[in-house]
């Protein structure tokens, strides 16, 4: 940012006095250098060193206040229709309404009224729809200029890349319907040529997690980036992902919106990869972004290696039916190996990299990573996981030839018969209240929570005049005297063992 301030600085002494021809191609030099839009990049180099815009005064009004009322009314006496249609409705509900004595306006204001274009009349109005409901339309800024300067690729232009071409989206944990709240994302990224695949945990939606993602696979991949290729998303679609992408030397380009097929590719491992190894749970929190990031290290190389996948070869169309022909299955591995622009350094660490490789212990760590996963979907808490060793791989091995007895093997998808509810879905109307009302149970053992609603709505009548947290106060109020009472007992268990032998 302090560059292209430099820079602006720099440029607009001769922008102010350079000729229009020379204007022109100061203006190509500076958008191509900054990736502004054109507009934007002229009105900062039309822009003073003390910060006015050269040239800028005070706009003279042509509609004033008494316009902008009548307009109003005339607006709501047609329904509230658009600036368009209210502009061709106006000469005639003018006359209608003057006819019939509703409305007797000055001959200057009704001029205007009748001059005033379609645009003017969706801006003056901008305020009562904003009153009327809540809400602006989305701006059309950063994020929309960022998203027309970034090309369109669909699923068939993508004919043959070479590796390095990656397909990105991200899948959020949120176990089940989308909601409002914080769930771990994972960025999934899928090579093109290749298959090759890489998931990374996130702890929430966020563009600089984006950016921290990229640097990670860039780093763990045995090939170099090329592209990413993402849909419109915002995470994808800003300043920050778009600069990463241009100083990186990254082929940015993005889908069209509402067409999945576009990212047919990283669409069908979102459920091949990351729903069949996380399964639908809910994962909230850093402690599930770990243990997601721990099954992700071992089902890469898993995954990568020792997964045959298929690719489509053609696709042909007869009326409606579509046949598809498909390569023989392989492994992300050894369509890189197959390939002729990966170079022979690559293939030989690909090929060291596998023969190191031992796919049951990969296997034993991504159940154990799973299982991890699994309670803190059911539970929000981790397990305690038993550290692998040698023994653990043997015994796990020779468990494979009756796994299939035992049903699902993934614990991210068996069925949770007494899953504990353990996230909140609402607000704690006693959160503010409570060390006020134990006190109060703590002084007065007895005292009924009928008795204690009362108090508070006296005390907090704005919060609990209507009483309608009752309810949940009788259960709280339960639940404290169960684990008093449970205190007391255990307290009276111990007291035994916990007094000293005289000898």
Known sequence: MTTRKELVAALQLRYSSAAFGDRIRILDEFVALT????????????????????????????????????????WEAADRVCGKRLKALIPKLVDAMERHGHLDLDPVIKAKLLEVSAATIDRMLANARLQIDGQRKRRKGVGSAIRRSIPVRTFADWRDPPPGFFEIDMVE????????GDFVHTLTLTDIASGWTECVAMRVRNQMLVIEAF??????LPFAMLGVDSDNDTAFMNQSVFDYCKEHGLEQTRSRAYKKNDQAW??????????????????????ARDALAQLYASSRLYINFFQ?????????????????????????????LAHDSVKPAIKEKLKAQFNSLDPVRLLQEMRTAQQTLSEFAAHGVRADAAPTGESDVAVFLASLSSAWMEGEARPTHRKQPNAKHWWKTRVDPF????????GWLIAEPAVSANELMDRLATMV??????????????RRVKAWRAERVKEMILGSLRKPADTPVEV
Do not use: M
Request: with cysteine; charged share 30%.
């Open 173 to 180: 944990h949120c176990g089940g319907p989308k909601t409002d």
């Open 35 to 74: 990736g502004y839009h054109r507009k934007h990049a002229i009105r900062l180099l039309r822009e003073q060193p003390g910060g006015a815009a050269k040239g800028t005064r005070e706009r003279n009004r042509l509609y004033d206040e008494a316009v902008r009322q009548a307009l109003t009314v005339l």
């Open 461 to 474: 009548p704005d919060a609990y005049a209507s009483k309608a947290q009752l309810r949940t106060l009788q």
């Open 266 to 287: 990283v669409e069908q491992k979102n459920g091949s990869v990351v729903r069949r190894l996380v399964g639908y749970g809910r994962l909230s929190g850093t402690d």
């Open 215 to 220: 640097d990670k696979v860039a780093a763990d």
């Open 308 to 336: 045959p996948s298929f690719k489509l070869k053609s696709k042909t169309r007869d009326g409606a039916r579509v046949h598809k022909v498909y390569f023989a299955p392989a492994t992300p591995c050894d369509r890189l």
């Open 431 to 438: 959160a503010d209240a409570w060390p006020v009302i134990e």
